[in-house]
T-cell receptor, first 109, second 115 residues
C-alpha cells in the first residue's frame, strides 16, 4: 500500500534549527511536496522536490533522496510564527497526492 | 477577492439537516477539489472536478453530494450526516494536472460539527 510517515509533533526553540522528516512509499513517484498549515488557516505550498538534493528558499530548505524514499524540511532561525503543522505529500505515478498526517511544530521562546 | 474562498467557515448541523458548503476560486484554475481533514489523519481526497466534469469520487458516501456549476464554483451538499463526518472540509484548486508547476491552492476550510 501507499504510505507517508512523519512525526506527529515536534518542539523547538525560537532562533534554533529544526528538521522535519518524511518517509514515503508510493506507487511510482512524481515529486514530494511540503505544505504549511497554521491553525484555522489554509494549507499553503512551501516546496516541491522531484530530483535528489537540497533546495533552499530563504530560511526553509527541503531535501529529497529518491533511493531512500526520504525527504526532510529544514527550518532555520526559527520564529514564533513558524508554529504550524507541516504536511508532507508524495505525488504518485497517477499524479495522485498521498498525504502524511502532518507534523505539528511548536516553537517555544 | 483573490485565492480560494470557502463559506461558511463554521457549521453546526443535526443529523437530519440539509446544508451546503460553498467554494469559490478567483485564480482562473481549471481543477477543483474537496478534501476532508480530521485531526491527526492524512488529508482525504473526496472529489475532483476538471473543467466542470467530475473526474474522481473516492468512494464517498452518498450523503455527500458535490456540484460544480462552473470552473470557479464548487459546492458540497450535505444531508443526513453522521457525527463521524465532523471534520474540516477543505476546498482546493489547481491550474491543471498536479505537477511541480501546478500546485494546490487551498481555502481556509469549513469546520463542520454534526450533532
Amino acid at each position: 500500500g501507499q504510505n507517508i510517515d512523519q512525526p506527529t509533533e515536534m518542539t523547538a526553540t525560537e532562533g534554533a534549527i529544526v528538521q522535519i522528516n518524511c518517509t514515503y512509499q508510493t506507487s511510482g513517484f512524481n515529486g514530494l511536496f511540503w505544505y504549511q498549515q497554521h491553525a484555522g488557516e489554509a494549507p499553503t505550498f512551501l516546496s516541491y522536490n522531484v530530483l535528489d538534493g537540497l533546495e533552499e528558499k530563504g530560511r526553509f530548505s527541503s531535501f529529497l533522496s529518491r533511493s531512500k524514499g526520504y525527504s526532510y524540511l529544514l527550518l532555520k532561525e526559527l520564529q514564533m510564527k513558524d508554529s504550524a503543522s507541516y504536511l508532507c505529500a508524495s505525488l504518485d505515478s497517477n499524479y495522485q497526492l498521498i498525504w502524511g498526517a502532518g507534523t505539528k511544530l511548536i516553537i517555544k521562546p | 477577492e483573490t485565492g480560494v474562498t470557502q463559506t461558511p467557515r463554521h457549521l453546526v448541523m443535526g443529523m437530519t439537516n440539509k446544508k451546503s458548503l460553498k467554494c469559490e476560486q478567483h485564480l482562473g484554475h481549471n481543477a477543483m477539489y474537496w478534501y476532508k481533514q480530521s485531526a491527526k489523519k492524512p488529508l482525504e481526497l473526496m472529489f475532483v472536478y476538471n473543467f466542470k466534469e467530475q473526474t474522481e469520487n473516492n468512494s464517498v458516501p452518498s450523503r455527500f453530494s458535490p456540484e460544480c456549476p462552473n470552473s470557479s464554483h464548487l459546492f458540497l451538499h450535505l444531508h443526513t450526516l453522521q457525527p463521524e463526518d465532523s471534520a474540516l472540509y477543505l476546498c482546493a484548486s489547481s491550474q491543471g494536472e498536479l505537477t511541480g508547476a501546478n500546485v494546490l491552492t487551498f481555502g481556509a476550510g469549513s469546520r463542520l460539527t454534526v450533532l
